[in-house]
């Protein structure tokens, strides 16, 4: 059973070996780059009106984003009929029409660029998502707008540089309630068939018109700078790790496999099967697609008998101690349920049998006196789990991390760094340098160095553990972390009074200002980018050229993000972005409200350290740190530390779909072994793949139907 994830990673598949042919002459060309910018504009302005203005789904929060997977699919459809078309008036017996079509086929794109569209969308079209962007802009213009007496907002709010935020009362107060001004019609309004469309383009592009653009060039310009090096840093940082989770921990990236599946013309997982014409594909497929089709139908007809997205089991508790269990469900997640296959069954395992003693622990704490709201604290559990994880990667990697720093210091020879998505003295000073900076940064600006350094390190440790978990699992979710948890340490050990007392609130403060930080996608886009490189390298484009590709994709991508933000914020209003008749905001001004409001509530009323978060966040490290040990002695061990981190960081979203992912891969290893494994497993990515097709073209008719889309409103984790 502990040899499916090997199973699982089939020579045939691709997505780590690589290719010995001559590099295709044709991959990231202009037009190929000039088409990712224009479809980067174009997904900016579908998440506009699907997601903030009529909020009918989170296409974008997925990995990798719908509108990256649909643009794939429509631009490769597109250019085969267009081939079509050409290869008629080729074939024409006219020679004008034959002519034509012979000049016409320089204008066909490549598979490969093709590819590279989709590559530069996997990062661009994460920026406009729920984890970048749109909670940026709550944290640094929150504390300006909702200030009152009963709080410390507008007292918080002097602290804020002016080139950080707009700090003008009316810049303030038409960012969030919108503005009143009229935007012009567009002259092509009444242009048969396409009117309603040019008048979408022409809204989308006139709305930046309404913002004081003098008050925001300058934070435009610094967030843009931030997180640019962040992006920058971070990439590095990751490269550094690439020999040793690839070469020496042979970790698949499953992810990239199903990247590599849906473009490659050749057999898949050894099957002799293309993926687009295997029956078990279009079988994994069409069960995803009946089953969101089935939820849709149910939204229009409420008696056609659907799943749903979950079922209540909480529900059958209802006596003491045991009703402490009325929040569990049984989640699906179809994402989860598909590329999960792939995931180490003792992983699968852990997930299961630790989320259900994050379940157990309440009403065992009942039935032993202990009432101590908010046990077992599993949030907790899982920062002191990514803690260890994060520092058991680093020692891992300390052979491969010194040839790294070796090659980049003296160059040594010996050290091959030519297969690197980036060479180890760009990836090291990109590293350190970077890392540097984001640090000094906020510093330098009003916060006290340790406060930021050591919220930032806790960070960076649970990037490390992110995107080595994500290479190992391939699981595609972006929360794959405790989501707020980096200042919840601090403060847990601390107390609040160590960071924010009357006198002393500046630098808390400005540190509540990058909450978006500890609750955003950052690395996600990291592992994205990991893979991307991946992908190039597997299809002849190239590690290092697509490296290139996508740190341009992340700068190009956050630039048209912050834009299209800024401008629908002054043209809607916060109040209403994001929410169904809301006038707060929506969940991430609520996400940064709260962290606000706790600061200032600590000003008034001090909180000393939290003593049973304290050994929530001990008993999360040492069980991990017991679970490494004894894998390392004991590699049967059927339980794993990051099934335990990721049982910890969403104790009831995932245990379900790895209960029947576990079952399913004993069965069918126990049935058929290795080859029946390979033989399912492109049905079981497509069932993936399936679902967030199906969501994103759900989520393209909520731009005309939005008030019943929003009754069957997909999330992802």
């Not at 690589?18 to 037009?31: E, L, Q, V």
Request: with cysteine; glycine share 8%.
């Amino acid at each position: 059973m502990d040899t499916a994830a090997d199973a699982g990673s089939p020579e045939g598949s691709g997505a780590r070996a690589a290719s010995t042919t001559t590099p295709p002459p044709r991959a990231i060309t202009f037009r190929a780059v000039i088409v990712a910018i224009v479809m980067t504009v174009l997904v900016n302005a579908w998440v506009e009106y699907g997601e903030l203005v009529t909020p009918t789904s989170q296409m974008s929060e997925s990995t990798p984003p719908i509108p990256a997977i649909l643009s794939l699919a429509v631009l490769a459809g597109f250019v085969a009929m267009w081939g079509r078309a050409i290869a008629a008036l080729a074939a024409s017996p006219l020679s004008p029409l034959a002519a034509l079509g012979r000049q016409l086929k320089r204008s066909l794109m490549t598979r490969h660029e093709i590819l590279v569209v989709y590559l530069f969308l996997m990062v661009a079209a994460a920026m406009p998502s729920v984890g970048v962007v749109r909670l940026i802009l709550p944290c640094i213009m929150e504390l300006q707008y909702f200030g009152e007496p009963q709080n410390h907002f507008a007292e918080m709010a002097q602290h804020i540089p002016t080139f950080w935020a707009p700090s003008d009362p009316e810049a303030v107060r038409v960012f969030w309630e919108g503005t009143s001004k009229t935007l012009p019609s567009s002259p092509w309004a009444n242009v048969p068939l396409l009117g309603g469309l040019l008048e979408g383009a022409w809204q989308f592009v006139a709305q930046s018109t309404v913002v004081p653009w003098r008050l925001w060039i300058a934070p435009f310009v610094v967030w843009t700078g931030f997180l640019t090096v962040y992006f920058i840093s971070s990439f590095c940082l990751a490269t550094i790790f690439r020999k040793q989770w690839m070469e020496d921990d042979h970790l698949t990236f499953p992810l990239a496999t199903m990247s590599v599946e849906m473009v490659q013309t050749g057999s898949t997982f050894g099957t002799g099967v293309p993926f687009l014409k295997d029956p078990v594909m279009w079988t994994g497929l069409g069960l995803a697609v009946l089953y969101n089709g089935m939820n849709m139908l149910k939204v229009y007809s409420p008696g056609i008998p659907a799943l749903g997205m979950l079922y209540p089991i909480g529900r059958l508790f209802t006596e003491s101690p045991w009703n402490a269990m009325a929040g569990m469900a049984a989640w699906y997640k179809p994402e989860i349920m598909g590329l999960g296959y792939l995931v180490p069954s003792e992983i699968l395992l852990s997930i299961f049998v630790f989320s259900q003693c994050q379940w157990l622990a309440r009403p065992a704490t009942r039935i032993v006196g202990v009432q101590v709201p908010g046990l077992p604290f599993s949030r907790m559990q899982a920062a002191g789990a990514l803690v260890v994880l994060g520092l058991y990667f680093l020692w891992q990697a300390r052979r491969r991390i010194g040839q790294v720093v070796r090659k980049a210091l003296t160059g040594d020879p010996s050290i091959d760094d030519s297969a690197e998505p980036i060479g180890h003295r760009f990836a090291l000073l990109g590293a350190v340098l970077g890392i540097a900076g984001l640090v000094i940064f906020p510093i330098a600006n009003g916060i006290e160095w340790w406060q930021f350094a050591s919220y930032f390190a806790v960070g960076t440790l649970f990037l490390i553990a992110y995107c080595r978990n994500r290479a190992e699992t391939g699981l595609p979710i972006v929360w794959g972390y405790p989501l707020l948890a980096q200042k919840d340490v601090l403060t847990t050990f601390g107390g609040s009074s160590a960071f924010i007392r009357p006198g002393h609130i500046g630098s808390f403060s400005l540190l509540s200002v990058f909450t978006f930080l500890q609750r955003g996608t950052y690395y996600a886009i990291t592992s994205s980018k990991q893979e991307a490189c991946i992908v190039g390298e597997t299809m002849q484009i190239g590690a290092r050229p697509t490296a290139k590709l996508v740190m341009w994709a992340a700068f190009v991508g956050f630039v048209i993000a912050l834009w299209m933000y800024i401008s629908a914020y002054y043209t809607y209003g916060g109040n209403v972005m994001e929410t169904v008749g809301g006038t707060q905001g929506g969940q991430r001004a609520q996400i940064a409200m709260r962290q606000f409001q706790a600061a200032s509530d600590w000003i008034d009323h001090a909180s000393p350290p939290n003593a049973p978060k304290i050994w929530a966040t001990l008993t999360g490290a040492l069980v991990t740190l017991g679970l490494i040990v004894i894998r390392r002695r004991w590699i049967a061990f059927p339980l794993h530390a990051v099934g335990y981190a990721f049982a910890c960081c969403h104790d009831n979203y995932m245990w379900f779909p790895a209960l029947v992912l576990y079952l399913t891969k004993s069965a069918v290893l126990r049935v058929g072994g290795a080859k029946l494994y390979r033989r399912l497993a492109p049905g079981f990515i497509a069932f993936t793949l399936g679902h967030f097709v199906s969501i994103g073209l759900w989520s393209f008719a909520g731009l005309y139907a939005g008030d019943m889309i929003q009754r069957y409103r997909v999330w992802f984790l």
